[in-house]
């Protein structure tokens, strides 16, 4: 999963004259040199995510002479060796260390992503794995002839990044002569074959961490291979789902709040009342012959004015709508019933969208006259029903 950051990484201690080549060898060539020669592990290595990089930083601080400074001290007995053997844990318990590993993570994630966008549509030239056939063709192509003519399937090609990488480092282990599956070397290529064949070997081991590296996947989030997300995906569906309960539901739950204050009101008629008698505003003559799309756009643009403090009606900036709308004209200004933006609600369970009556209803006649609240309430157990 670790990307290469360059083509010569170096030890973590800056008094250590240790290199190694990242381009041929694996990271696991500088941990062993670690744990060897200083007695030093890097602790939960799949959150560090370029190890060359998060050895250079270190490398500017760390020596042999203060590596209690930096890490934790560990003392074990181990049974090759007379007495208890020191070692020293680096891990990241600090913000320095912790922040480095997560700065490391999106600098590798920005390149892959930009190296993902680029193989997408580069036509590749490489020799088959398993004929002397040179493929000349996109990633897609690629997978195509090994999945069709060979029987081996390296999953969606467009999840797959370091694609010429991950060919190489196939080949490589077939001249090893050893298995893709199971890692178990054999003497000789026909030797391997054949083993895979009879094995059903002839795939990738999703377990194997060497391949993470070339599956997008596991650059997904911090900390994360495949596997983890999909034992947390395991997680969630296998948690006790809550059931839909209507039992408790009551027809008082909904409250329709007036459009120019807080009030809010059991019904759609108590509702128009409050607003006639406290603020002038008469609701069937205001959305008297506009669509019903139209009149869920007005709603919300009179609502969002009233957030703002400015009348809906004059645009003149009021504390207070109480009386403010009796002395002015309840007349809405219709130009903005072609803003698309005022179609989603500006107040979040807004009831009073409910209660409008879609063209088609009324052309049925199923509304023959004001709403009453037995139809408005029937709507909106129907939806609430439909939801769950």
Same mark, same amino acid.
Request: hydrophobic fraction near 30%; charge should be negative; charged fraction near 30%.
């Given at each position: ?34 744990? /060897? ?49 020191? &070692? ?12 480095? *590993? ?27 794995? @398993? ?18 003519? $060979? ?11 370091? @694609?010429?990488? @991950? ?7 077939? +001249?090893?002569?050893?298995?893709? &599956?199971?890692?178990?070397?054999? *003497? ?6 054949? $083993? ?26 911090? !900390? ?24 408790e539901w009551t027809e008082d739950s909904p409250s329709v709040q007036c459009l120019l204050c807080s009030r809010t009101f059991r019904n =759609?008629?108590?509702?128009? $009342? ?12 205001? /959305? ?9 756009? =007005? ?8 957030? +703002? ?59 023959? !006259? ?6 408005? *309430? ?11």
């Amino acid at each position: 999963m670790n990307g290469v950051a360059s083509s010569l990484g170096v030890c973590l201690l800056g008094d250590c004259s240790y290199t190694w080549d990242t381009a041929s060898q694996p990271q696991a060539t500088v941990l062993t040199h670690l744990l /060897i020669k200083h007695s030093v592990v890097i602790a939960t290595i799949d959150t560090v995510y370029d190890v060359p990089d998060y050895c250079k930083y270190w490398r500017n601080k760390i020596n042999t002479g203060n590596l209690a400074v930096h890490m934790t001290q560990i003392t074990a007995v181990m049974q090759y060796k007379e007495g208890p053997a020191q &070692y020293y844990l680096k891990d990241d318990t600090s913000n320095e260390d912790r922040n480095l *590993r997560y700065k490391l993570y999106q600098d590798t994630l920005d390149r892959v992503l930009v190296l993902h966008l680029a193989e997408r549509s580069r036509v590749f030239k490489l020799v088959c794995l @398993f004929c002397p056939d040179t493929l000349q063709a996109v990633k897609s192509s690629v997978c195509q002839h090994l999945s069709e003519l $060979h029987n081996f399937n390296l999953g969606n090609p467009d999840n797959t990044v370091h @694609f010429a990488e @991950f060919i190489e480092l196939l080949r490589g282990k077939m +001249k090893e002569g050893k298995c893709f &599956y199971c890692d178990k070397t054999f *003497r000789d290529y026909k030797t391997l074959r054949e $083993h895979m064949r009879k094995k059903f070997h002839k795939k990738i081991n999703a377990d194997n961490k060497e391949y993470d590296k070339f599956y997008l996947v596991n650059y997904r989030e911090f !900390g994360k291979n495949w596997k983890s997300l999909e034992e947390d995906r395991e997680e969630r569906s296998a948690e006790p789902k809550e059931e839909d309960d209507w039992t408790e539901w009551t027809e008082d739950s909904p409250s329709v709040q007036c459009l120019l204050c807080s009030r809010t009101f059991r019904n =759609l008629p108590d509702t128009t $009342h409050h607003m006639a008698t406290q603020h002038c505003v008469y609701f069937d003559k205001l /959305i008297e012959g506009v669509a019903y799309y139209d009149q869920i756009k =007005l709603i919300n643009n009179i609502r969002y004015s009233v957030e +703002k403090g400015r009348c809906p009606f004059c645009q003149i900036n009021e504390a207070d709508f109480t009386s403010h709308t009796c002395s002015t004209s309840s007349k809405l200004d219709m130009s903005v019933l072609e803003d698309e933006r005022y179609l989603f609600p500006a107040l979040d369970n807004d009831f009073l969208l409910c209660c409008l009556v879609p063209e088609e209803e009324e052309a049925r006649g199923e509304h023959g !006259g004001e709403t009453t609240e037995g139809d408005w *309430r029937d709507g909106l157990k129907t939806e609430l029903e439909a939801e769950g």
